[in-house]
C-alpha cells in the first residue's frame, strides 16, 4: 500500500506514523497525535459495551468528559449510528470516536486513526457500523473524524476495566481535557 500504510494481523490497515503508545511513565505533555486531530469545537463520540469489560473504555471517556464546557461528549454505548444526528447538529469541526479496537497491539495501547482503515472484517464489536458512521458525519458535516483507538486486554463479561486498559483511560481521559480546554470554541 502506498504512503506507508500497512496491513497487520487482524486486517486493520492505517498509518504507521500515526502509531503511539501510552505508558504510565510519560512525562506530561500533550502526545503529537492527539494535539494534531483535534482542532476547532470538538465532539467526541464514544462507543462500547461496559457490560464486556475493556469494551466499555469508549463509553466511559465519554461519561468522564460530559458536561464540560470545551467539547461536546456523547456515550453512544453500543449504537454510535443512533447518536449521528445529534453529533451533526453540534456542528463540529473535529469528531473524536473513541473505542476499543483489536489492532494487534499491547493491552492499554492506544492509537490515533482514520476510521477508514477498520476492515470490514471487524476489529471492534463495532467496525460496520464505525466505519459507515464516519463516513456519515464526513460527509454531512465536512468534521474532520479521527479514532482514539485502545486495544483491549479482556472483553469478557464484567463492568470493571483491565488494570492497563484503565491506566490508559486515566492518561486519555486527562490528556483530553487539557488538550481542549485551551483556547476552544465553546460547543452547546
Given at each position: 500500500m502506498a504512503g506507508g500504510a500497512a496491513e497487520g494481523r487482524h486486517g486493520f490497515r492505517g498509518m504507521s506514523n500515526m502509531a503511539t503508545t501510552v505508558d504510565s511513565t510519560v512525562e506530561s505533555g500533550v502526545p503529537e497525535s492527539l494535539e494534531r486531530v483535534l482542532s476547532g469545537s470538538v465532539c467526541i463520540l464514544g462507543v462500547g459495551n461496559r457490560h464486556r469489560r475493556d469494551d466499555g473504555i469508549g463509553s466511559l471517556i465519554a461519561k468522564g468528559l460530559a458536561g464540560r464546557r470545551y467539547a461536546q461528549a456523547i456515550d453512544a454505548g453500543?449504537?454510535?449510528?443512533?447518536?449521528?444526528?445529534?453529533?451533526?447538529?453540534?456542528?463540529?469541526?473535529?469528531?473524536?470516536?473513541?473505542?476499543?479496537v483489536d489492532f494487534g497491539g499491547d493491552p492499554g495501547e492506544w492509537r490515533v486513526l482514520d476510521p477508514g482503515a477498520i476492515a470490514l472484517d471487524g476489529l471492534?464489536?463495532?467496525?460496520?457500523?464505525?466505519?459507515?458512521?464516519?463516513?456519515?458525519?464526513?460527509?454531512?458535516?465536512?468534521?474532520?473524524?479521527?479514532?482514539?483507538?485502545?486495544?483491549?486486554?479482556?472483553?469478557?463479561?464484567g463492568t470493571e476495566l483491565s488494570d492497563e486498559v484503565s491506566q490508559t483511560m486515566d492518561f486519555l481521559e486527562e490528556?483530553?481535557?487539557?488538550?481542549?480546554?485551551?483556547?476552544?470554541?465553546?460547543?452547546?
Open positions: 453500543t449504537v454510535p449510528e443512533n447518536y449521528l444526528e445529534m453529533v451533526a447538529r453540534s456542528r463540529p469541526d473535529t469528531v473524536l470516536v473513541v473505542d476499543a471492534s464489536s463495532h467496525a460496520l457500523s464505525l466505519r459507515m458512521a464516519a463516513e456519515y458525519l464526513s460527509a454531512r458535516t465536512q468534521a474532520h473524524v479521527a479514532l482514539l483507538a485502545v486495544q483491549p486486554a479482556d472483553v469478557g463479561a490528556t483530553l481535557a487539557h488538550v481542549l480546554e485551551e483556547d476552544r470554541p465553546c460547543t452547546s
